[in-house]
Structures are given as C-alpha cells and as structure tokens.
C-alpha cells in the first residue's frame, strides 16, 4: 500500500466532514460516504485519520470499508465506467457486455487500467431501462449497448 | 409543600419498584417444563435454569467478568417456537409470555446438523494435525451432534497464513464466531481484530489485511483463549526446548510463573484449583531440566526494586519534587506494556522501570548464576513456563538480549507445558511432590499472587509498608485489594500516611483508568494493571476454561491459599533475595539493578497503519 501524502487542504476538509458529524462512532458509515465523494476512494491514510477523529480502530473502519460494495479502496479512472445490471439490462445481455469491458480493458470489476484512464464498475439500475442495456461513462449514458460496441465506447475515450 | 412532594416521590418510587417486580417476570414452557425467568432473558439463558443445555459454538460468556458475545451468527443454537415459522436462535431471542419451546425435537436437531454441516464444509478436515485436536468445541459439537460425513462439498476459503512472534493466526479454520473480534474490540479495547470483507471472502482480520506483526496487537493472547478452533493458537515453542533438553553442551534452566500452578492440574483432569506445584517442579525434572527454579523467586526480586521505586517517588514527591511522576504504574505485564507503548506513549514515564518477572529472572540466572556454575551465558538455556503469550514476545525483545544472546531464550505456555508432559510419557497425576532447586527457587507468598488481579499490588504493599514505617505489619493480608471487579480503590495507612491504589484488570478496564487519570478525575500513588481479565490466572495461555468464570475464581482461591500456607510472606524476608543484594546486586535501584533489571519503554503509536 502505497502511502499518498494528503494536501493540508484536504486533510483539513476530512476532519471538517468528521466534525460535521459530531465524531459520532455511529455516523462512521456516513463519513465514509462523504469522504469518498472528497477523494473518490477511500485510501488506507484516510481511513486512518477518520479512525482517529472517530475513536475507533483502524480494523473496524476497514471492516466497514470491505463490507460495502460502495466503498473502493481503488482510486477511479478518469473515465469511470459503469455497466447496469439491473434485472432490466441483465436480461438483454448486459453480463456480456460487462464481460467485453473486462476482456477489453484487462480490469476485473473495482479495478482500474494501469495507465489510469478507465475503471471499471457494476450499478443496480439508472432509471433508463428502456435503453438497456446501459452503460454510463462519467456522467454519459449509452443504451441498447451489444459486446460488440463496447471496442467503439472505449475507443472513443482512448486518445 | 416540600414535604408533601417528598412524600410523593417516595411513594412514587415505591410504586415503580412494586410495578417493576411484577412486570418483569415472564412465564414460558420449555420442553414441557414451566419456566419463569425475567423480561429480556434469553431462551438460552431461561432454559439453563430449569437444566435445559442447548448447545452454542459462537455464544460466548464469562459471567462474573461481564463479557458476553452473542451475535447470532452460526445457528447451531437454533429451538423451535411453536407459532412461529422458522427455528429461533436461543441466544438472542428473548422470552415472551405463553411462549412453548421446544429444543431437542426432530425438526430441530435436523436443523442443527445440517447448518454444522455447512460451517464444515468451509473447514478444513485437517483434526490430526491442528493444535486444537482435542481442545476444539467445532471438534466436540461434530462428535456430539453425531456428524459421520461431510454431506456438502464444494470450494473452500483460502487465505495466508499469518505467524506473529507469539499468535498464529490461520483463518482457514476460523468459523467467524466473532469472539476473538469481542474480546480484541469490547474487552480489551486494543481494536487489532476485526471481521473485513462479506460473504465468503469474510475473515477476522488487522486493518488492511496486514500481518498481527504489524498490527496494535498486544499478543495478550486473549483472542487465542476464547477461539473455539484452531484458527487462533500459540507459536509453539516445544520442539526448541526438547532440542535444548537433548544438547548436552547446554545448561537447561526453567522457571515456572505463580499462575501456572494453579491451573496445570486441569490439563491432566484435576479439578480447577488444584495446587500442583510440587508435582509440576518433579515433572519438569523428568522433562531433564538441569535446574528447576521458579518465576516467583524473580516476583520476590521485582518487588525489592518496584516497592523501592515507588518509596523513593513517594519520599521525593512529599519532599515537594515536582518532577516525580505518580501514579506509578506496575510494569509486570508484557501485554500491558505493549498496550501503553501503543496507545499512551506519552504516559511511558509513569510506569515503574522495573523488569517483569520473567525478564528479571534471565540476567539473574545468566549473569550470576552461569557466572556461579563457571559456565558461558551462551551455554545456558533460560525456558520460562508462563500462563501468558505475551510473555513469547517479551523475550523476543531486543533490549532484553546481551550480543544476540536473549536472557530467557523460550517461553512456553501452560498448555504447552502440558503437552510436553504428556508426549514424555510422564504420568503427572502419580508424580511426588517436589521442591524447587536453589538458590533461585525459594519465595515468599507475596510473590505468589502476583498470578491474581491485585496480587502484585499486595505484595508491593506488604513489603512498602515495612520499608516505609521501619514497622512490621500486624495484618500481612490486604483482603481490600482482592476480588473481581473490573476497577477497584482502596486507601491504605502507611502508618498516618494514606496511600491511594487503584487496580484494573483486563485492558478495556486499565484503558477508562488511565483516562481518568489524564483528564485528572482520580487521583492515586500507584496503580496495578494486568492484560487479561483476572490477571494472569486468566492468561491468554492458560488451559482453556471455555467461558466458565467460575474455573478463574478457583485458580485465583489456590494461589491465596499458596500464599496462607508460606512461611514467610513478605518479599524483603526471602533469605536467598536479601543473600543476593548482599552477594551480587548491592541495593535496590543500585547500579548494579538498574543495569540487570530495569528497562526503557517505546512509542510505538507511529508507523502501524500504512506499508510503504
């Protein structure tokens, strides 16, 4: 694990959103929430400091960390990646679409390429089955996506 | 007016007592038997008092110590309430009035085999070789629920094997019973444990998955003490002392600690609280020990030099020295230690510089005793047996070796001792009652309840008081430092001179008490602090009591009796100590002690949590 050093800013910022929550022990799922948002992923440094400002131990903020499929211990890439498996998208094919993204990238799902430009993740549903499958890039969606337009997503983001 | 309202209040607080009698009662049927048993007990507990046993893997208690763990987790408790759909886990479901309950019918003992058939089929059948064949309550509940074959099978959990320099930790056989996670986090608020990832990935493991090593572990070993399997157990350290015991270049030398004593008979089927010091001292010269000697002459030498530290802090601090540091903290425990070092470096000043015991006794038997029988200290092999895993660790420190060479070279728990009885052959039950060689074998009944909570306190007591007041006590027993409460006061009269002690035991408890004393909300002259939950009695290598408090009020009872039954009682008054300042050492605090036997403490809070 390699150790990142935290930008003054940003540690202050962290210790904000634990005050914000009164350093309540019980508000730990919370926090973790909120500092995922600040840093995009939730590395050992930070999970150390909110376990400090929170009283509890280090073990326990990882217990919670690895239960939660939400929380990633992996920064994202640039472009994030999320492919729908909702009951919608599932049944149209999605879990090989997800496939072609793995094959593609060479990331397994919660990963991130080596050169840092796309990660990979699954999400329940956005509220566009009618496109499914779906899958969103950053902020965009593509629907009625087929393995074999998962090359031409890609592409579009590799240069 | 006001008395009208006092009246009121009293009447009011009668009615809420009535009421609160009344109300809580419950009446239920288990197994056809009428049961009446508080609101908010559970079946569990509801059924024991009408001599219902319902058999539990996860559920954990040491009643009179307040620890409990029941997080409903591996359902082999389940019972069937009739009325209700599904079976219901007797440890966490509470009693309700009419409720009929069934606990041994065929519906659910079906139930309890097969969810013990799927906790084995993600466990490996390796009883043979594990260091809890034997000692396993997954081992004990297959054979009594009767289990023939493993009806499910499929993939298997894997994950590293994780050796620390006292606890091994294999997860593989690990259950998820969350026990060790409760007496890691709630007990001893050391926070090392945790249970990380979901599903089947789940282990219990030290934050981001590093090794114990790395970890705020204290190798308390209490974790490895309520482990029902074999994931959680001791490095063992036999092999290096049969080894040893067969080089016959090697002086070999043993010292036993006052808590093993009380609690060995049990591994060879004697009731707990049997005394078997003579016969533990005839077994371990069986073994082929050169030297049979014991932990407690090194007890009574931690008190000359302890119960002197803390006379000159006291003389010095009402002199009006404003740099003495009080409370003095007793320094014994290598749990206890490991524990301050992590989580309150900055009060490392406070405890007693002097060596623990065991550590006192290694530059004793290497330095003067080798030196005595012409022999090199690298020829002499130091084994202790100890009640304690922290005690492995402890030796394993580098400011306690000489060029490389550890002043105690192994140390072995309680239970391994008895293994290395059983393997020899010995029939330990038919040995003769022996003593201890000298000179490092004679002690005083002071030194042998340091194996209790409170003990090493009394002992420093005794000998304190005699020192301070020139007088002799009239009274050796300081029946107010006894007993099982968690935290305990008492003021003693040092002849017109009140002395404040505090006691804790378990670090959950030693934690709450140094926070008061931080924030200044007590105040004491010194303060005693064991590790574990009874002291060393109730050490994380002591033979397994499976949850039964009862086995650690009766080892504490022997070592009292021990003490009663010694002729001198009083640290200062052992001959071979007073011979040995007079021969070697020179005085309490001297050069020479300071040298030998005290220490310095590190900060160890920094560099835990993040690999580089």
């Known amino acids: ?159 | 007016m006001w008395r009208m309202y006092g009246e009121m209040q009293i009447r009011r607080n009668f009615y809420q007592l009535m009421r609160r009698d009344e109300m809580e009662m419950i009446h239920l049927t288990i197994d056809g038997k009428p049961v009446t048993a508080e609101k908010g007990t559970t079946i569990l507990k509801a059924a024991s008092t009408v001599g219902v046993d319902i058999p539990t893997l996860c559920y954990f208690e040491l009643r009179d110590l307040g620890i409990e763990n029941k997080p409903g987790g591996c359902r082999i408790c389940v019972v069937e309430v009739e009325g209700r759909r599904n079976l219901a886990p007797a440890c966490t479901t509470k009693v309700e009035n009419g409720m009929v309950v069934n606990t041994h019918n065929i519906r659910v003992l079906n139930a309890r085999r097969t969810v013990l058939e799927l906790i084995l089929s993600d466990h490996p059948a390796e009883c043979l070789t594990c260091a809890k064949n034997g000692n396993c309550e997954l081992q004990s509940m297959a054979q009594q629920l009767g289990v023939r074959e493993l009806p499910y099978t499929g993939e298997q959990s894997t994950y590293r094997k994780d050796t620390s320099p006292a606890i091994i930790r294999d997860v593989d056989k690990c259950i998820m019973c969350r026990r060790c996670e409760m007496m890691c986090n709630e007990v001893q608020t050391v926070g090392a444990l945790s249970a990380v990832n979901r599903g089947f990935m789940a282990v219990v493991a030290p934050a981001f998955e590093m090794n114990l090593e790395k970890s705020t572990c204290t190798y308390c070993g209490q974790c490895v003490s309520v482990c029902p399997t074999g994931a959680l157990t001791e490095v063992d350290h036999s092999r290096n002392v049969i080894n040893a015991l067969a080089d016959p270049t090697k002086t070999v030398v043993v010292q036993t600690a006052p808590a093993v004593r009380a609690a060995l008979g049990e591994e060879f089927g004697l009731a707990p609280g049997t005394l078997v010091t003579g016969k533990m001292a005839a077994a371990l010269r069986r073994l082929g020990f050169n030297y049979v000697f014991d932990t407690d002459f090194a007890a009574d030498l931690t008190i000359m030099e302890e119960g002197s530290e803390l006379l000159d802090r006291l003389s010095r601090y009402l002199k009006g020295d404003k740099t003495v540091k009080l409370p003095m903290l007793t320094s014994c425990c290598p749990g206890w230690v490991n524990f301050f070092e992590h989580y309150f470096p900055e009060l490392r000043d406070i405890p007693s510089t002097a060596k623990s015991p065991q550590q006192m006794f290694g530059p004793i038997a290497k330095e003067y005793f080798a030196k005595k029988l012409g022999i090199d200290r690298k020829n002499m092999i130091v084994v202790s047996i100890m009640p304690c895993l922290a005690k492995k660790y402890e030796c394993q420190r580098e400011e306690f070796k000489v060029n490389g060479d550890p002043d105690v070279n192994y140390s072995l728990s309680t239970r391994e001792l008895a293994h290395l009885i059983k393997s020899a052959n010995i029939d330990f039950d038919s040995l003769p009652e022996e003593g201890f060689d000298n000179p490092m074998g004679e002690s005083t009944g002071a030194s042998v309840i340091f194996g209790t909570t409170g003990g090493v306190i009394e002992a420093a007591c005794r000998t304190a008081y005699e020192l301070y007041t020139g007088k002799k006590l009239k009274k050796v027993d300081f029946k107010e430092l006894r007993g099982f409460e968690n935290i305990r006061h008492a003021t003693i009269d040092f002849d017109g001179l009140p002395i404040k002690i505090g006691i804790a035991h378990g670090l959950g408890n030693a934690r709450k008490l140094l926070e008061d004393i931080k924030e200044g909300r007590n105040q004491f002259h010194a303060i005693e602090i064991m590790a574990c939950p009874g002291g060393c009695i109730g050490g994380g290598g002591q033979p397994y009591h499976h949850g039964d408090s009862e086995i650690l009020k009766q080892r504490a009872a022997a070592l009292y009796r021990e003490d009663e039954g010694k002729a001198i009682r009083k640290s200062h008054e052992n001959p071979f100590i007073i011979e040995l300042y007079k021969e070697f050492l020179g005085k309490p605090l001297g050069e020479k002690s300071h040298h030998l036997l005290h220490t310095k403490y590190f900060d160890k809070s920094a560099g835990v949590f993040v690999e580089e």
């Open chain 1, 1 to 159: 694990m390699a150790k990142i050093k935290l930008s003054e800013k940003k540690l202050q910022e962290l210790k904000d959103i634990c005050t914000s929550f009164n350093h309540e022990k019980g508000e730990l799922i919370n926090v973790l929430h909120k500092a995922q948002g600040l840093f995009g992923y939730l590395p050992a440094e930070v999970q150390e400091i909110i376990a400090k400002e929170l009283n509890v131990s280090v073990a326990h903020v990882y217990g919670v960390v690895t239960f939660y499929s939400f929380f990633t211990m992996t920064p994202k890439g640039e472009h994030p990646i999320s492919v729908c498996l909702g009951t919608a998208c599932y049944v149209r094919g999605a879990d090989k679409v997800l496939e072609e993204f793995k094959r593609i990238l060479n990331i397994q799902v919660g990963e991130t390429s080596a050169d840092g430009k796309f990660s990979l993740s699954c999400l329940r549903c956005v509220g566009a089955c009618g496109l499914a499958p779906v899958v969103m890039v950053g902020e965009k969606v593509y629907g009625r996506v087929s393995p074999d337009g998962v090359k031409d997503i890609v592409a579009e983001y590799r240069n």
